[in-house]
């Protein structure tokens, strides 16, 4: 994920100082997708995780943010 990262910021200064090609067009536009897309599953399951909380089920926060875990980490390793 820190390479989609990487590559979305260089073609996002890029973009201010020209148009973009086609296929950088394509490639920006598909990582803000995937971006958009981590960190709406990472605010939703935080979320989810205020809830366990508030109604005090802790084995459900605790599987959230097992999952939570395993969904960072696997973003930073990609």
């Known amino acids: 994920m820190h390479a989609v990262l990487e ?3 260089e073609l996002s200064i890029l973009k201010k100082h020209r148009k973009l090609s086609q296929s950088e067009t394509r490639e920006f536009n598909e990582s ?3 971006l958009e897309k981590n960190e ?5 399951l935080k ?3 205020l ?7 802790t084995d459900w926060q605790h599987q ?4 939570l ?3 960072e ?3 930073a390793n990609d």
């Open 40 to 44: 709406w599953q990472k605010a939703k």
């Open 73 to 75: 980490r696997r973003c």
């Open 69 to 71: 875990e395993k969904l």
């Open 47 to 49: 979320n989810l995780s």
């Open 7 to 9: 590559r979305f910021i």
């Open 32 to 34: 803000l997708k995937l």
């Open 51 to 57: 809830v366990a909380s508030m109604i005090d089920d």
């Open 64 to 67: 959230i943010c097992s999952d």
